[in-house]
């Protein structure tokens, strides 16, 4: 970061001031680095392998050629919407006060407990999938069963590293998802040659040949209800949605990024473009391998470990399941810090219970220390209690995590809506240097609402039917919450006057840090 300069720093700063948050967390990250961590999250290596059957047992190969890049245009649209906004306001925990700035002290609120429930359950979502493919992968020599002990266990385990690593420093932690950065190309790449490779004919029809493999045998593990063509379509969409997410950890790290106004919208956008482009092209050359479509939809989730024992050597086999699984993990361990800087960030403005614990940064390592490990508590406490309960013969976690991907976006949508509203007002009179034009932010705002709408529609389908319940009465419950106590007690971030006011305590926090 040579070119990182001093008057770099002190407009930094000065943007942060100005919306009356000191400089308590450490800028270390590098624009690479802010790319870096979205890139590791949305991690084609782990939602793209580990929901490979959401497409082959449903609409077969067009599920890939076809939906894979329109899944990834939704994803886009989002992620346009959150840069424009990001790059005017780049603070930690962004969703949050861009949800209190576009619109009022509720809407951030809200857009706040949607974040945080996503980022809480992807977490265990991630890990959870870092653990059945280590089981698929290496779980007969290691004695890993695929029981309720050992999956927690599992969990526990990496959870804790990944919560010790951030809890050190954002130095290493961006290191380490620098290196992820790198690792996922190359071994998105080597995955894509030893496919093409181990293929036995480039039949490029298959990838836009539809077929329906729902409610049929094997498939139905996925999809046990049959359902017509179009809507097995619709139902692998969920495939590329719920890969490339994740983005907003670029937004959730602005306060440790330099040139954080720019650097943060180029994170995120870049990160959505290579992450499609990269597992485009991975996932065609898997489908390319398939031995047979008709046998790989009857594997149902384990399509992937089905195909690569088929058709690999099994040294390169060994070797690519290792590069996946340390690619795992480290998407993990950036869903961490971006889990724990939306903990820290919503404390910060007492938004949480034992706000001014989860607010404090360690003047030793410069990190939310409380945030991080609370936030990686809850993870592992939302794998245990859920995998332990069944709802009318699904285990609860399935159905939560479906919801995973639906607050994630209302999340999203809140402050990209309310953006279409005061875009060109007070409320956001001024664009930040990355910037589309207004006219182009409205398309993109409109475009994602109605993007919104279609996530919904798709995501409470069964299996996942019950995720409209969950949702609605999370959404109930909200309101409740929010009329009867927050609406009283929680102020929002702070506007206007107290801005000026808290100059005095943004000076003795950034020195209670070390900040100069």
């Known amino acids: 970061m040579s070119d990182y ?9 000065h943007i942060l ?5 000191a400089q308590e967390l450490e800028r270390r990250m590098s624009s690479f680095s802010n790319f870096a961590i979205s890139f590791s999250i949305i991690c084609i290596l782990s939602g793209g392998i580990n929901s490979l059957g959401q497409a082959t047992a449903g609409a077969g190969g067009a599920a890939i050629g076809l939906g894979w890049p329109l899944g990834c245009l939704i994803s886009f649209i989002f992620a346009l919407g959150l840069a424009q906004i990001g790059s005017a306001y780049p603070t930690a925990g962004g969703l949050y006060h861009w949800g209190s700035i576009l619109g009022n002290r509720f809407t951030g609120w809200l857009s706040a407990w949607l974040n945080l429930l996503g980022l809480v359950t992807v977490l265990g979502a991630i890990n959870v999938g870092t653990f059945y493919f280590f089981f698929g992968a290496f779980g007969p020599q290691f004695g ?6 050992h999956r927690v266990v599992f969990v526990a385990i990496i959870t804790g590293l990944q919560a010790g690593i951030n809890h050190f420093g954002i130095g290493l932690t961006a290191k380490l998802t620098d290196f992820s950065g790198y690792l996922i190309f190359a071994t998105a790449i080597l995955l894509t040659i030893v496919c093409l490779a181990a293929a036995p004919s480039w039949d490029i029809s298959r990838l836009f040949t539809f077929a329906n493999y729902t409610g049929t045998e094997g498939a139905s ?7 017509s063509t179009g809507m097995a379509f619709l139902l692998g969409l969920l495939l590329p949605i719920y890969t490339i997410t994740g983005y907003d950890a670029s937004a959730h790290t602005s306060e440790e990024t330099v040139k954080a106004a720019v650097s943060v919208p180029r994170g995120m956008v870049s990160s959505v473009l290579w992450s499609a482009l990269f597992g485009y092209l991975m996932l065609c050359a898997f489908v390319l391998m398939i031995p047979n ?28 399941y290792v590069l996946i699984f340390v690619s795992q993990f480290l998407c993990g361990l950036a869903t961490v810090t ?11 403005d007492k938004g949480l219970p034992a706000s001014s614990v989860l607010a404090k940064v360690s003047p030793s390592f410069r990190t939310p220390v409380a945030a991080i490990w609370t936030g990686s508590i809850l993870s592992v406490l939302f794998v245990w209690f859920t995998s332990a309960i069944t709802i009318a013969g699904t285990p609860a976690y399935s159905i939560v995590v479906s919801c995973t991907v639906i607050f994630l976006f209302l999340s999203f949508i809140v ?8 875009i060109g007002t007070a409320k956001w009179p001024k664009m930040g240097p990355w910037n589309m034009g207004i006219g182009l932010y409205k398309v993109v705002a409109v475009l994602g609402i109605l993007s919104m709408a279609l996530i919904f529609y798709i995501g409470i389908q069964p299996p996942n039917d019950w995720a409209l319940e969950i949702t609605v009465g999370f959404l109930v419950l909200t309101a409740i919450v929010w009329f009867a106590f927050e609406s009283r007690r929680f102020k929002g971030p702070p506007i206007g006057e107290a801005i000026a006011k808290r100059q005095a305590e943004i000076a003795a926090a950034e020195a209670a840090v070390g900040e100069v």
């Open 221 to 227: 593990l996925v999809w046990p209800t049959t359902v």
């Open 293 to 320: 479509m008709d046998d790989a939809a009857k594997q149902g989730w384990n399509v992937f470990f089905w195909a690569m024992d088929a058709q690999v050597n099994p040294t390169i086999k060994t070797i690519l």
């Open 144 to 149: 890993i069963e695929d029981t309720l002990l």
């Open 5 to 13: 300069t001093e008057s770099d720093k002190k407009q930094d700063m």
């Open 415 to 422: 402050p990209i809506a309310l953006g279409l509203i005061s």
């Open 338 to 348: 971006s889990l724990s800087r939306m903990i820290f960030a919503f404390s910060r």
């Open 17 to 21: 001031h100005s919306m009356g948050y």
